[in-house]
T-cell receptor, first 109, second 117 residues
Framework: GQQVMQIPQYQHVQEGEDFTTYCNSS?????IQWYKQRPGGHPVFLIQ?????EVKKQKRLTFQFGEAKKNSSLHITATQTTDVGTYFC?????????FGQGTELSVKP | KAGVTQTPRYLIKTRGQQVTLSCSPI?????VSWYQQTPGQGLQFLFE???????NKGNFPGRFSGRQFSNSRSEMNVSTLELGDSALYLC????????????????FGQGTRLTVV
């Protein structure tokens, strides 16, 4: 079955530094979704990418979908303490989401 | 619009017991999925229900089962609990067509934190 791998597992940054997490799938994805889970919270949808090579921005967050639709990345510019949490990518396989292991981001003020 | 509601929020059970968790999806959503989240394994897909039918199943033993009612509310049951079943169980609902081609984002509930002692 489909496997989604995500790196790094942890990232500690100083406030104001940039952050990137990478997601790779063993198979071609029809689309990829990104979620954020705050400590003690539940995953919250951030964005969905569908097209090959697609790039979407949400304020300081930039999401990319690879040309082969097998990899994706999330880049945060100038992190803030509010960015703390775990970021998950997820590939859809029909009605189910296959999640990456997540990247836990901590931000030192 | 009310979000996804899971009950109970916390549970403590003893090994060998069984447990039932409940999930009420967002109104109008017919797809309900269940996930197990643990620190070591991340978010693992359990199963998905659509219009009262199990449409997808993950790689969990038969002790894990679920069902969906005509109002789209869903329950999952774990029988003969083991220590390793301690986890956060998350339910997610999404709008979906019957062939699962039009799946959109998943809306997660707050989860049920199950502790098996």
């Amino acid at each position: 079955g489909q496997q989604v791998m995500q790196i790094p597992q942890y990232q500690h940054v100083q406030e104001g530094e940039d952050f990137t997490t990478y997601c790779n799938s063993s198979t071609t994805l029809s689309n990829i979704q990104w979620y954020k889970q705050r400590p003690g919270g539940h995953p919250v949808f951030l964005i969905q990418l569908v097209k090959s090579g697609e790039v979407k921005k949400q304020k300081r967050l930039t999401f990319q979908f690879g040309e082969a639709k097998k990899n994706s990345s999330l880049h945060i510019t100038a992190t803030q303490t509010t960015d703390v949490g775990t970021y998950f990518c997820a590939g859809r396989e029909g009605g189910k989401l296959i999640f990456g292991q997540g990247t836990e981001l901590s931000v030192k003020p | 619009k009310a979000g996804v509601t899971q009950t109970p929020r916390y549970l403590i059970k003893t090994r060998g017991q069984q447990v039932t968790l409940s999930c009420s999806p967002i109104s109008g959503h017919r797809s309900v999925s269940w996930y197990q989240q643990t620190p070591g394994q991340g978010l693992q897909f359990l199963f998905e229900y659509f219009s009262e039918t199990q449409r997808n199943k993950g790689n969990f033993p038969g002790r894990f089962s679920g069902r969906q009612f005509s109002n789209s509310r869903s329950e999952m049951n774990v029988s003969t609990l083991e220590l390793g079943d301690s986890a956060l169980y998350l339910c997610a609902s999404s709008s979906s067509d019957r062939d699962a081609f039009m799946n959109t984002e998943a809306f997660f509930g707050q989860g049920t934190r199950l502790t098996v002692v």
